[in-house]
């Protein structure tokens, strides 16, 4: 197979994953947020509301797109196709799974192995602060500026925590590259425990990768530090002034590093694409089993419909995960699928912990913010790094 | 390939380079300095030096080019007021230019006469390993006497800020 045809179709089946992803995740965090609210959340548009991002879609696509006068026009026009660029590169390095036989050849479920992929990463994310500074300045409206002020210093303080946290498991694989930091984590102590670098020897990441997840909430803007768009003091923050597909990108590029930041979580602690427990212990039939319960469960819910029309759509939801429980029975295809299971479930739960907090936690004050990255993250990262450098050095 | 992409890259930089000094507004200057600093990445990169690459954009294009461009914002400052030039950076501006070019080549080839041209992939230290590496042996010094300035520079921030809350 052609490196560069494979390479393409590589590309464009992550592309495609990763917009419908983002479209339905939008689509999760509305009903997760409902239900922690006592409420239904969309429902009219499909059966549980599962065409609503169909829906957004056309109503972003044919509004009006105003460019409002006084602004700086290249400025304006540049910053949310920054924003969106480089939301959507960094998932390029993310190893998604093991390697894979496919049309008669050898490939890796990952689009681009980097020997610097975590720097890559880290890169291309301080890059991203401009779509937002820049967008907030070109807009010319002070409510913007505010936003694209605070944005850029809140990126630039919790960047430090972050790089901080990231280089302790790095210590531990002694590579910069994520395919390689994932194979580091391969297997488990005492038979059960696995060599994850949350629970890794000399010194186990736990710190770090709660410093990380912290310090991630405030690189992708979101609750509880969503201070560059606090809508109740600056209208809409940075994107006040965008309409339709303009504030569609910025709205894209938020939920992208979302999911990039919890594939990097999963890639550097949770052991990526590795099963939780040894293949000796059952993990393999995991999948389907989940499958089959959730299955189940839709079954029995649809046979004592609730509402209206759940007789007919969950038992449509039930045969779904039937197939999906079948499908990872068949042994051929298991080496590829479990992998992916295993890595999308671990990133699948951080989304969650994501839209849970938002449902939980009320907004920081500004000086708060600043004082929490500076005071205590940025301390108790150096001293994490500086602990694991000294166990590494002791017992290598 | 390489020698395409160097020439791409290097007009970028350079003509980025001349937009930093022409354009009036401070925010359009900082911005093509960060199109000179992400094409120098670009070099680095082609050269074979991904880690110098990588520091390159986190540490220049990514954090010393947000805090300028934090601070134009801060500041709000607007777009520089073009006053008459003198008479006489219009009569020596230009040949002073070629002068001291030509006079920095005529250094060059004199200090360098061994010099060669760039070989695309010929250098093949530049992984983070080995960066690391040298930076801990044989430039072990420089490095440690560059940590304490900058931990003396990170004090006299400290204390200038301190001054300022009493």
């Not at chain 1, 429902?43 to 169909?54: D, I, N």
């Not at chain 1, 930041?261 to 212990?281: I, S």
């Not at chain 2, 041209?117 to 960066?131: E, P, R, Y």
């Amino acid at each position: 197979m052609n490196f560069f045809l494979l390479s393409l179709i590589k590309a464009a089946v992550v592309a495609f994953v990763l917009l419908t992803t983002l479209a339905y995740l939008q689509w999760v965090e509305r009903k997760v947020i409902a239900h922690i609210q006592v409420r239904i959340g969309p429902s009219r548009v499909g059966p549980h509301g599962l065409m609503q991002p169909l829906a957004d879609v056309i109503k972003l696509i044919t509004k009006e797109d105003l460019i409002p006068p006084y602004v700086n026009k290249f400025l304006y026009l540049a910053a949310p196709f920054f924003a969106i660029t480089m939301a959507l590169l960094s998932i390029s390095v993310i190893p998604f799974g093991a390697e894979i036989h496919i049309f008669g050849g050898d490939t890796w479920m990952q689009l681009a192995d980097l020997n610097i992929g975590v720097l890559f990463i880290l890169a291309v994310s301080s890059m991203g602060v401009y779509g937002i500074a820049l967008a907030g300045w070109a807009s010319n409206n002070k409510y913007a500026l505010m936003g694209g002020l605070r944005s850029s210093a809140q990126m630039i303080s919790y960047e430090l925590p972050l790089s901080m946290a990231v280089a302790a498991p790095l210590l531990l694989a002694n590579t910069l590259s994520l395919r390689q930091i994932v194979q580091h984590q391969e297997g488990y102590y005492l038979g059960f425990i696995p060599h994850w670098s949350v629970f890794q020897t000399p010194m186990p990441q736990v710190f770090s990768f709660f410093i990380f997840l912290i310090a991630a909430f405030a690189e992708t803007n979101r609750i509880p530090f969503d201070l560059p768009e606090a809508e109740n003091e600056l209208v809409a923050g940075y994107h006040t002034e965008y309409s339709s597909m303009k504030f569609a990108a910025f709205f894209m590029a938020e939920y992208s590093n979302m999911v990039t930041v919890c594939c990097m979580t999963t890639t550097l602690f949770l052991g990526g694409w590795l099963p939780l427990w040894p293949a000796a212990g059952g993990s393999n039939f995991v999948p389907a089993i989940v499958f089959l319960l959730a299955g189940a469960i839709a079954l029995y819910h649809g046979l004592n419909p609730v509402r209206r029309r759940d007789g007919f759509t969950l038992p449509v939801v039930a045969v779904v995960f039937f197939l999906l429980a079948v499908l990872f029975l068949i042994p051929a295809l298991r080496g590829a699928l479990l992998p992916l299971f295993w890595f999308a479930a671990k990133t699948g739960t951080l989304l969650f912990v994501f839209i849970w907090i938002r449902g939980t936690l009320p907004r920081f004050r500004y000086d708060q913010l600043m004082a929490f990255a500076w005071k205590f993250m940025f301390p108790v990262a150096v001293l994490n790094l500086l602990v694991t450098g000294l166990m590494v050095a002791l017992f290598p | 390939m390489d020698v395409v992409l160097f020439l791409i890259f290097a007009a970028i930089a350079v003509v980025c380079g001349f937009n930093v000094v022409v354009q009036s507004h401070p925010i359009s200057s900082a911005i093509s300095l960060i199109g000179v600093m992400g094409s120098l990445a670009v070099l680095y990169l082609l050269l074979g030096a991904e880690f110098l690459a990588a520091a390159q954009v986190i540490v220049y294009a990514g954090a010393i080019m947000v805090l300028f461009v934090f601070v134009i914002m801060l500041l709000n400052a607007g777009a520089e007021i073009r006053r008459g030039r003198a008479l006489l950076a219009q009569v020596l501006g230009i040949p002073l230019l070629f002068a001291f070019l030509g006079l920095m080549l005529y250094f060059v080839q004199h200090m360098f006469p061994g010099a060669r041209d760039v070989h695309f992939g010929g250098f093949k230290h530049g992984t983070a390993l080995d960066v690391g590496r040298a930076l801990f042996t044989q430039y072990l010094l420089p490095f440690e006497v560059v940590s304490v300035l900058i931990l003396i520079a990170i004090l006299g921030a400290v204390v200038l800020a301190q001054k300022e809350m009493e």
